[in-house]
């Protein structure tokens, strides 16, 4: 450890945003940390290629990034599938959950009734559709269908 220490000079510190005074150790995973005299640990990040340095810089970001993802109408259709059909798999497993044990059942109804109420209300007092507000509609246009086709497996 002491000839990895020597051979590590001042320039390399500051490339890793270390000064010299504080000496350099491989914490967990190989990762480098410094240490002052005082004995508190303190980490410098620097990136080299100009990006975002800050973690409240990189999630104002994402917003925009998504934005740009979803132009497309062939995702957007792709995505609104997936909620669709997600909704009719958690409507089909909390039937074939609560419908298995016989216990709450009119709780489970309730909930399901509350669910798809409150997203319909949700959805058309809205004066403009956004995409995620789209993919709420559609999870429950599945749910309530996959409702409907358990109720018609249990009536045949």
């Given at each position: 450890?002491?000839?990895?220490?020597?051979?590590?000079?001042?320039?390399?510190?500051?490339?890793?945003?270390?000064?010299?005074?504080?000496g350099?150790s491989?914490?967990?995973?190989?990762?480098?940390?410094?240490?002052?005299?005082?004995?508190?640990?303190?980490?410098?990040?620097?990136?080299?290629?100009?990006?975002?340095?800050?973690?409240?810089?990189?999630?104002?970001?994402?917003?925009?990034?998504?934005?740009?993802y979803?132009?497309?109408?062939?995702?957007?259709?792709?995505?609104?599938?997936?909620?669709?059909?997600?909704?009719?798999?958690?409507?089909?497993?909390?039937?074939?959950?609560?419908?298995?044990?016989?216990?709450?059942?009119?709780?489970?109804?309730?909930?399901?009734?509350?669910?798809?109420?409150?997203?319909?209300?949700?959805?058309?007092?809205?004066?403009?559709?956004?995409?995620?507000?789209?993919?709420?509609?559609?999870?429950?246009?599945?749910?309530?269908?996959?409702?409907?086709?358990?109720?018609?497996?249990?009536?045949?």
């Open positions: 450890m002491a000839l990895c220490m020597s051979l590590v000079s001042d320039q390399s510190l500051y490339k890793f945003g270390l000064s010299p005074q504080f350099v491989h914490g967990k995973r190989g990762a480098l940390v410094s240490r002052s005299s005082a004995g508190f640990l303190r980490i410098r990040a620097v990136q080299e290629n100009g990006g975002p340095r800050r973690l409240v810089e990189i999630i104002r970001i994402v917003p925009e990034l998504t934005r740009n979803f132009r497309s109408p062939s995702r957007r259709t792709l995505f609104g599938g997936i909620s669709l059909l997600g909704g009719f798999y958690v409507a089909q497993t909390i039937s074939l959950s609560f419908g298995a044990l016989g216990v709450n059942d009119v709780i489970a109804a309730v909930l399901c009734v509350l669910l798809t109420e409150y997203v319909t209300r949700f959805y058309y007092s809205r004066p403009k559709v956004t995409f995620p507000i789209a993919l709420l509609n559609n999870f429950k246009m599945g749910f309530t269908y996959g409702l409907f086709i358990d109720a018609f497996k249990l009536a045949s």
